[in-house]
């Protein structure tokens, strides 16, 4: 059956995307490449939520290893209930990312709606500038400018939360398929399984 290399195809893409998410999650931590606004927590809640890190990090690590390890339609030495018991527990491995894609995803929103937390010409102080506009001020580029330091954060955080929204809706929809995927892969392997002539 190809149920077990369609997992693996989806486990290997799931493993580039993880990867890619704790990347993206770490870079955060470091606007401009300077380490002093982490250690001084002047950075936004939504940063230090590790979304990317553990949700779409971590999380997705786990069904990814799972699929990636499926090299046979089989477990326990029988081909034919084997199967339906690897692929019937791949997806649970799939509920535990969707879990993890869809804690990124809901956090990375949230860091995109209310912005950077920086410091403003007009306070004099560390703020969310941006919390009142709702995300309007995605599109209000004139007003990027109100954060002094971390110099750039607006676009260091719109780009950084956004592709962290994209990669955690891309890894959503990858173990969404494979639960899809492993039922069916199950399903076959039960039907296959009673017309054996051994007991499973």
Same mark, same amino acid.
């Given at each position: 059956?190809?149920?077990?290399?369609?997992?693996?195809?989806?486990?290997? +893409?799931?493993?580039?995307?993880?990867? *890619?998410? #704790?990347?993206? %999650?770490?870079?955060?931590? $470091?606007?401009?490449?300077? =380490?002093?606004?982490?250690?001084?927590?002047?950075?936004? +809640?939504?940063?230090?939520?590790?979304?990317?890190?553990?949700?779409? /990090?971590? *999380?997705?690590? #786990?069904?990814?290893a799972?699929? &990636?390890?499926?090299?046979?339609?089989?477990?326990?030495g029988?081909?034919?209930?084997? +199967?339906?018991?690897?692929?019937?527990?791949?997806?649970?491995?799939?509920?535990?990312? #969707?879990?993890?894609?869809?804690?990124?995803? &809901?956090?990375?929103?949230?860091?995109?709606?209310?912005?950077?937390?920086?410091? =403003?010409?007009?306070?004099?102080?560390? @703020?969310?500038?941006? =919390?009142?506009?709702?995300g309007?001020?995605?599109?209000?580029?004139?007003?990027?400018?109100?954060?002094?330091?971390?110099?750039? !954060?607006?676009?260091? %955080?719109? =780009?950084? $939360?956004? !592709?962290?929204?994209?990669? /955690?809706? @891309?890894?959503f929809?990858?173990? $969404? @398929?494979?639960?899809? %995927?492993? &039922?069916?892969?199950?399903?076959?392997?039960?039907?296959?399984?009673?017309?054996?002539?051994?007991?499973?």
């Amino acid at each position: 059956m190809c149920f077990g290399r369609c997992a693996r195809c989806v486990g290997y +893409k799931l493993l580039i995307l993880a990867l *890619l998410c #704790i990347v993206a %999650n770490i870079l955060l931590y $470091f606007p401009n490449g300077e =380490t002093r606004f982490a250690s001084e927590h002047h950075l936004s +809640k939504y940063v230090e939520c590790l979304h990317g890190i553990l949700g779409g /990090g971590f *999380l997705v690590l #786990i069904p990814a290893a799972v699929f &990636i390890g499926l090299h046979n339609d089989d477990c326990c030495g029988h081909e034919g209930c084997g +199967k339906s018991c690897v692929m019937l527990s791949s997806v649970l491995a799939a509920f535990v990312g #969707i879990l993890g894609s869809g804690y990124c995803i &809901i956090i990375s929103a949230l860091g995109l709606s209310q912005g950077p937390y920086c410091l =403003t010409h007009l306070e004099r102080n560390w @703020i969310y500038p941006f =919390t009142d506009s709702s995300g309007g001020y995605l599109f209000e580029y004139n007003k990027w400018s109100d954060c002094q330091e971390p110099q750039n !954060i607006v676009q260091w %955080n719109i =780009t950084l $939360f956004s !592709i962290l929204l994209v990669l /955690g809706g @891309i890894e959503f929809i990858l173990c $969404f @398929i494979q639960i899809i %995927n492993g &039922i069916l892969g199950g399903l076959c392997g039960l039907c296959c399984s009673h017309e054996e002539t051994y007991v499973c």
